[in-house]
């Protein structure tokens, strides 16, 4: 579901046209080039571009909300998230609810191993609100949900049973900070019909294995333990 939003950011910050647009700030080339469709295309609701020296350049978003337009982060997290990587991946609070952020490093086509000096840094998100867990849910065939970050994160819990499994994941801020919790509940009637079987073939065994042994026990006595006493 996330796959377009990595995308975008990989795609776009790799890219002459935006190292260009960064160093003329041509305002007009970035109205037409980060536009509202490439916001729908990407499955994506806000981009940030910034300059090398951490200013603003050029933002939009389609949630009709002046705050987006400022920053998603504050100023002193970009050396923290690109000190040793090109990349970052992290959530943030958001008047709307809670937003997933990727971010990278801009630089010119041909250094695919990003290895040159930043030339300016890419951000987009995607807002998980209602209508995109219910997408994930309906993808996962499972219920997804949203909460508070707890003490203890429960693991991977598994009731064959009822054919239920539940499980929770971490979202972080971009200080790595426990921001919330995501957890997913799934049932799958499957694992219910495969117990079920299960449990009607181990029944079926213990009585062919009883069948058995009394028609062992029966040929044993006719066959042995009555000839011998006649004898």
């Known amino acids: 579901k996330g796959k377009s939003l990595e995308t975008l950011v990989y795609d776009y910050t790799r890219w002459d046209d935006m ?5 003329s700030e041509d305002k007009i080339w ?18 940030w571009i910034y300059k090398p020296d951490l200013s603003l350049l050029y933002s939009i978003n389609n949630l009709g909300y002046d705050e987006f337009k400022e ?25 709307k609810g809670l937003m997933e952020i990727r971010g990278a490093t801009v630089h010119p086509t ?11 840094y890419f951000f987009a998100g995607c807002l998980w609100d209602k209508d995109y867990i219910r997408e994930l849910s309906t993808l996962t065939k499972s219920t997804i949900s949203i909460a508070p970050v707890i003490e203890k994160v ?9 054919g239920l499994i539940t499980f929770s994941k971490i979202l972080n801020s971009w200080d790595n900070r426990p921001l919330r919790c995501l957890n997913v509940w799934s049932e799958y009637t499957s ?7 299960s449990k009607v073939i181990f029944s079926m065994l213990c009585a062919f294995a009883a ?21």
């Open 71 to 95: 920053r998603p982060l504050p100023q002193e997290a970009f050396n923290k998230l690109f000190m040793q990587k090109r990349f970052c991946h992290f959530f943030i609070d958001t008047p």
């Open 110 to 120: 041909a250094d695919t191993e990003r290895k040159t000096l930043p030339r300016g």
């Open 191 to 197: 694992i219910k019909d495969f117990i079920r079987i």
């Open 154 to 162: 429960p693991s991977i819990s598994v009731q064959p049973e009822s």
């Open 19 to 23: 190292v260009d647009f960064i160093a």
């Open 211 to 231: 069948l058995i042994l009394i028609l062992l026990s029966i040929s044993f006595t006719y066959w042995v333990n009555r000839p011998l006493g006649l004898i």
């Open 30 to 47: 970035g109205e037409q080039a980060i536009n509202m469709r490439i916001l729908f295309n990407f499955n994506t609701n806000a981009i």
